[in-house]
């Protein structure tokens, strides 16, 4: 009787983010959109002539799965941060926090969110990625899988961020001085079997290489030269998984930043 | 409990109330209504049970030795005790700063207690949070919905956390906005509705999963009289239907009318806790507003009496322990003049509070 009761309060939480997503379409799903489409002319069609090859690949192929990879990643943790830090601020999270739905369910519910905003940006740069070049989807389980289980890392991720703002300011810092670099560094714009041995090893630290590597491998398929073995990108990303589930749990419980 | 220290706390509440204004009184019947109140039985620290809380029924709220530290060091409750029967319409009054938010943010979860037990009917929140939770409603101090949402969608989604089906959810929706007016205002985005309809789309909200506990936590601040009175008869009606209802204002007189129970903190202890009448009672003063047939020009002069004018026909009357109403009569006939009509005035908590104000600010000039 209390799972029926919960699972209605997740799917309150989901139904209402769904609804915000849409709301505010121009600031959730246009801009990451204007923005790939840029990097798709600028990168892939003026530059990406005369880089030629990756891996085997056009440059605008390479770069393809790395950019919807990209936005998957920066709109389902930015959907999280800030529309949980948002209920913080505006104290509508008490809305919830006084009702007998679980800490998990509140969890889950955030970051079903950030995954319908991640997915909905990543398919929609898909979309725009297909005027640009040609893309056969050479394992369907592995770039679908890749790319879920990676929205929900940066859910997560997202979800911990917004737990511990005090401020906008404490929302941006993460995404530009953490996010943007490791997703920069992560191998979207180039293998990282062309760095020296030593930053190889040190982006190998990078989890978004993993993430990237694998997602790039399930559209790309075989041809690809692996940066990245296939089953340690799922271990990590699993690993991610578990790993920011278990903190942001700990958080509700705790009450960091949220209960006094 | 020291004198001063009382004096302290009704002049700090006194002050937040938007009472009357000076009222005359001798410092005899301050200082003995004060110690009225001081020896009074309510007035002991250690809260007691009334006659009337005999019979043992559910407890709405039960709250034993409740601590609660921040992490600034501030020691915010000192080991509250608190019962509040099923059905109560129970006032929890206090200054600013007394600790009567931190005691309704950590019966609904909103902060963590550091020592002490809690039990919203019989649900101990350390036991079984979700289950007081399921039982409390309330509406806080501050506006705390989302205002980019709809107004009909602040109290659906709120139904949703509750886990009642969306078809529910709706008729529940639709009942509370009709009771409390917000009906036609549905569609509208909340932050577009007034500062009284904001309050009151909070109740709806409060309400929409039928709690048996509402807590509302100075619900009418800012709302204007007429809006304020439809608030109250609508808790009033809540309450009547079964509805235990905990209430702090700063509006004394909502508490006097309202509330047959009362408990009053400060410095994160219960002073007083008692059914209301026994609280007035103790007071052992009363005002009375006599209409009078004639006109007069001058406040008259009734020996023993505190007298003072209202307007050309109208005089307020103070009677103490020792007075009645036939003396009255009698001295204003004497006087020739007639009483048309009279009657009580209510506000009596506030009215000892603002005495208690005039009491200490005399007090502190003639030391000075």
Same mark, same amino acid.
């Not at chain 1, 319908?116 to 070049?133: D, K, N, Q, S, Y």
């Not at chain 2, 002991?44 to 019979?55: D, E, Q, S, T």
């Not at chain 2, 319409?89 to 950590?106: D, E, Q, R, S, Y």
């Not at chain 2, 929140?125 to 919905?145: M, R, S, T």
């Given at each position: 009787?209390?799972?029926?009761?919960?699972?209605?309060?997740?799917?309150?939480?989901?139904?209402?983010?769904?609804?915000?997503?849409?709301?505010?379409?121009?600031?959730?799903?246009?801009?990451?959109?204007?923005?790939?489409?840029?990097?798709?002319?600028?990168?892939?069609?003026?530059?990406?002539?005369?880089?030629?090859?990756?891996?085997?690949?056009?440059?605008?192929?390479?770069?393809?799965?790395?950019?919807?990879?990209?936005?998957?990643?920066?709109?389902?943790?930015?959907?999280?941060?800030?529309?949980?830090?948002?209920?913080?601020?505006?104290?509508?999270?008490?809305?919830?926090?006084?009702?007998?739905?679980?800490?998990?369910?509140?969890?889950?519910?955030?970051?079903?969110?950030?995954?319908?905003?991640?997915?909905?940006?990543?398919?929609?740069?898909?979309?725009?990625?297909?005027?640009?070049?040609?893309?056969?989807?050479?394992?369907?389980?592995?770039?679908?899988?890749?790319?879920?289980?990676?929205?929900?890392?940066?859910?997560?991720?997202?979800?911990?961020?917004?737990?511990?703002?005090?401020?906008?300011?404490?929302?941006?810092?993460?995404?530009?001085?953490?996010?943007?670099?490791?997703?920069?560094?992560?191998?979207?714009?180039?293998?990282?079997?062309?760095?020296?041995?030593?930053?190889?090893?040190?982006?190998?630290?990078?989890?978004?290489?993993?993430?990237?590597?694998?997602?790039?491998?399930?559209?790309?398929?075989?041809?690809?030269?692996?940066?990245?073995?296939?089953?340690?990108?799922?271990?990590?990303?699993?690993?991610?998984?578990?790993?920011?589930?278990?903190?942001?749990?700990?958080?509700?419980?705790?009450?960091?930043?949220?209960?006094? | 409990?020291?004198?001063?220290?009382?004096?302290?706390?009704?002049?700090?509440?006194?002050?937040?109330?938007?009472?009357?204004?000076?009222?005359?009184?001798?410092?005899?019947?301050?200082?003995?209504?004060?110690?009225?109140?001081?020896?009074?039985?309510?007035?002991?620290?250690?809260?007691?049970?009334?006659?009337?809380?005999?019979?043992?029924?559910?407890?709405?709220?039960?709250?034993?030795?409740?601590?609660?530290?921040?992490?600034?060091?501030?020691?915010?409750?000192?080991?509250?005790?608190?019962?509040?029967?099923?059905?109560?319409?129970?006032?929890?009054?206090?200054?600013?700063? @007394?600790?009567?938010?931190?005691?309704?943010?950590?019966?609904?979860?909103?902060?963590?207690?550091?020592?002490?037990?809690?039990?919203?009917?019989?649900?101990?929140?350390?036991?079984?949070?979700?289950?007081?939770?399921?039982?409390?409603?309330?509406?806080?101090?501050?506006?705390?919905?989302?205002?980019?949402?709809?107004?009909?969608?602040?109290?659906?989604?709120?139904?949703?956390?509750?886990?009642?089906?969306?078809?529910?959810?709706?008729?529940?929706?639709?009942?509370?906005?009709?009771?409390? /007016?917000?009906?036609?205002?549905?569609?509208?985005?909340?932050?577009?509705?007034?500062?009284?309809?904001?309050?009151?789309?909070?109740?709806?909200?409060?309400?929409?999963?039928?709690?048996?506990?509402?807590?509302?936590?100075?619900?009418?601040?800012?709302?204007?009289?007429?809006?304020?009175?439809?608030?109250?008869?609508?808790?009033?009606?809540?309450?009547?239907?079964?509805?235990?209802?905990?209430?702090?204002?700063?509006?004394?007189?909502?508490?006097?009318?309202?509330?047959?129970?009362?408990?009053?903190?400060?410095?994160?202890?219960?002073?007083?806790?008692?059914?209301?009448?026994?609280?007035?009672?103790?007071?052992?003063?009363?005002?009375?507003?006599?209409?009078?047939?004639?006109?007069?020009?001058?406040?008259?002069?009734?020996?023993?009496?505190?007298?003072? /004018?209202?307007?050309?026909?109208?005089?307020?009357?103070?009677?103490?322990?020792?007075?009645?109403?036939?003396?009255?009569?009698?001295?204003?006939? @004497?006087?020739?003049?007639?009483?048309?009509?009279?009657?009580?005035?209510?506000?009596?908590?506030?009215?000892?509070?603002?005495?208690?104000?005039?009491?200490?600010?005399?007090?502190?000039?003639?030391?000075?």
């Amino acid at each position: 009787m209390r799972l029926r009761s919960d699972l209605i309060g997740l799917q309150t939480i989901v139904y209402r983010e769904y609804k915000r997503i849409m709301r505010i379409w121009m600031q959730t799903l246009l801009p990451p959109s204007i923005t790939m489409a840029l990097y798709f002319v600028i990168f892939g069609n003026l530059i990406g002539k005369r880089i030629g090859q990756m891996n085997g690949y056009d440059y605008m192929q390479f770069i393809a799965p790395g950019l919807i990879m990209m936005s998957v990643i920066t709109n389902s943790y930015g959907n999280v941060v800030s529309s949980f830090f948002g209920a913080k601020f505006g104290k509508h999270i008490e809305e919830m926090l006084v009702s007998p739905l679980p800490n998990s369910f509140i969890i889950i519910g955030h970051v079903a969110g950030g995954l319908m905003r991640g997915l909905l940006v990543g398919f929609v740069v898909t979309i725009i990625a297909l005027f640009f070049t040609k893309l056969d989807v050479q394992h369907v389980w592995v770039t679908l899988t890749t790319v879920f289980l990676t929205s929900i890392v940066f859910s997560l991720a997202g979800f911990i961020n917004a737990v511990y703002a005090r401020n906008f300011d404490d929302i941006a810092i993460i995404p530009t001085f953490v996010l943007a670099p490791l997703t920069y560094l992560g191998g979207v714009f180039y293998s990282i079997n062309l760095l020296p041995e030593f930053w190889q090893a040190v982006s190998k630290a990078n989890p978004i290489v993993y993430m990237v590597s694998a997602f790039r491998y399930g559209i790309l398929g075989e041809g690809l030269k692996q940066d990245i073995p296939i089953s340690w990108a799922y271990v990590i990303i699993i690993g991610f998984i578990v790993l920011l589930f278990t903190l942001s749990l700990y958080l509700m419980k705790t009450g960091r930043g949220i209960r006094e | 409990m020291a004198s001063d220290d009382l004096t302290k706390i009704l002049i700090s509440m006194a002050q937040q109330s938007d009472g009357p204004g000076m009222i005359l009184m001798t410092h005899s019947v301050v200082v003995s209504s004060a110690h009225a109140l001081l020896e009074s039985p309510f007035s002991i620290v250690k809260p007691r049970i009334g006659p009337g809380k005999a019979n043992n029924p559910m407890k709405a709220l039960s709250i034993s030795g409740l601590q609660k530290t921040y992490a600034n060091g501030v020691q915010a409750l000192m080991g509250i005790d608190l019962e509040v029967e099923e059905g109560d319409f129970f006032a929890l009054l206090g200054p600013n700063g @007394a600790g009567k938010t931190t005691v309704i943010g950590i019966v609904t979860s909103l902060v963590n207690k550091t020592a002490g037990q809690v039990k919203v009917f019989e649900y101990d929140i350390d036991e079984d949070l979700d289950g007081a939770k399921a039982c409390i409603g309330v509406v806080p101090q501050e506006i705390n919905f989302n205002q980019f949402e709809k107004v009909s969608n602040v109290v659906l989604n709120q139904a949703g956390y509750y886990g009642i089906p969306r078809t529910l959810a709706r008729e529940r929706t639709e009942k509370y906005l009709r009771q409390l /007016q917000l009906w036609d205002k549905r569609q509208e985005l909340s932050r577009n509705l007034s500062g009284g309809m904001k309050r009151r789309l909070m109740i709806a909200r409060a309400l929409v999963h039928e709690p048996r506990l509402l807590i509302l936590d100075e619900p009418t601040a800012g709302v204007d009289i007429e809006i304020r009175r439809s608030m109250w008869d609508f808790i009033k009606r809540i309450n009547a239907q079964g509805t235990t209802i905990i209430l702090t204002t700063h509006y004394l007189e909502e508490a006097e009318s309202l509330c047959r129970n009362v408990a009053i903190i400060d410095e994160g202890k219960i002073v007083v806790n008692d059914q209301m009448n026994r609280v007035l009672r103790e007071l052992q003063f009363e005002t009375f507003i006599f209409n009078l047939c004639e006109e007069i020009k001058q406040v008259p002069v009734l020996d023993g009496f505190v007298v003072r /004018q209202l307007d050309e026909q109208s005089i307020e009357i103070e009677i103490g322990p020792e007075q009645n109403l036939n003396q009255i009569f009698e001295k204003l006939s @004497a006087l020739g003049l007639t009483a048309c009509s009279m009657r009580n005035k209510t506000n009596r908590l506030e009215e000892l509070f603002m005495k208690l104000v005039d009491s200490k600010n005399n007090h502190d000039g003639a030391e000075q």
